[in-house]
Nanobody, 121 residues
Framework: QVQLVESGGGLVQPGGSLRLSCAAS????????MGWYRQAPGKERELVAR???????NYADSVKGRFTISRDNAKNTVVLQMNSLKPEDTAVYYC???????????????WGQGTLLTVSS
């Protein structure tokens, strides 16, 4: 079994910064991609940022230039650094990983439990 545990959500003022972290644990052989999605009230879940094991990244247009995703392959962690936050960034943020589990050997898509970010003055 593989689990993702997120941390770092909270309340921040517009223009502020926040850092989200996610750690994967369990029977992991490898992780091909890790990412962050978000879901605002009344809206569908959307991709925020994604990073492959090789370091290739892609971002939603709405966060380009403001958010930076990074990962530590050795520690199976991913971090989302969010700067210049806007009220429209308010959402529940979910960590996601595409995992090849070790026991049993199979491909899994794993989600974290979500962490709430509120951007408000």
């Amino acid at each position: 079994q593989v689990q993702l545990v997120e941390s770092g959500g909270g309340l921040v003022q517009p223009g502020g910064s926040l850092r989200l972290s996610c750690a994967a644990s369990g029977s992991i052989f490898s992780i091909s991609a890790m990412g962050w999605y978000r879901q605002a009230p009344g809206k569908e879940r959307e991709l925020v940022a994604r990073i492959t094991s090789g370091g290739s990244t892609n971002y939603a247009d709405s966060v380009k230039g403001r958010f930076t995703i990074s990962r530590d392959n050795a520690k199976n962690t991913v971090v989302l650094q969010m700067n210049s936050l806007k009220p429209e960034d308010t959402a529940v943020y979910y960590c996601n990983a595409l995992v090849l589990s070790a026991t049993p050997i199979r491909r899994l898509e794993v989600w974290g439990q979500g962490t709430l970010l509120t951007v408000s003055s």
